[in-house]
């Protein structure tokens, strides 16, 4: 698991290990406060695959940032 801040956002990126498969799933959640609530973005149920749960994260976390940047 790799928590990061990105422009005040929290990333919470994960892995999931699938048994049969061996490959990782990647899954971030974002989370942030906006006028004193506490928001949040799930990123999921991905078709990705990787053969390292640092490779899922990699990803995943770029993709959270993407949001980030289109989602001021």
Do not use: C
Request: no cysteine.
């Amino acid at each position: 698991m790799a928590n990061l801040y990105y422009n005040d956002r929290l990333i919470i990126a994960h892995a999931a290990l699938n048994q049969s498969t061996k490959l990782w799933s990647p899954g971030a959640e974002i989370t942030w406060k906006r006028d004193g609530e506490r928001q949040s973005h799930t990123i999921g149920g991905l078709a990705d695959r990787f053969k390292t749960a640092e490779e899922a994260e990699r990803f995943v976390i770029n993709l959270a940032k993407t949001w980030i940047d289109a989602n001021p």
